[in-house]
């Protein structure tokens, strides 16, 4: 069995909280959390619940799930020869990994400000 873990306020989570997503859904979720860095799909979609954005958590899992979702759109990308064969769906990496790079600089200037 594992091992019983306390959140960082010293709490057990032993509450579970299941949900049900189309298969197309899944999908999304999971590339979402890898995108934004978090180490578990817990704890994105606890932050994600519990205070309505994401704080992206920049570590080298995060650069390796980028670069991987980057080369699928760059082949994606490469197939389609015409705008009409454009799939809604290719945006939604896009748009996850603009919102974090935004959030970076968001961050990076809160950052200075408090420096100075």
Known sequence: MSEKKKDDKNRWRNKCV???CSPEEGIEI???WRL???LTKQDYILECL???YVVARG???MLVSMRKELKEILEELKRINDVSEI???LFTPIRTMLEV???FKNDEGNNRRTRK
Do not use: A, I, T, Y
């Open 50 to 52: 519990l205070h309505n």
């Open 87 to 89: 799939d809604e769906e």
């Open 30 to 32: 999971d590339k979402r």
């Open 36 to 38: 934004c860095g978090f």
């Open 101 to 103: 790079l935004e959030s």
């Open 59 to 61: 570590n080298p899992m």
């Open 18 to 20: 299941g949900f049900r």
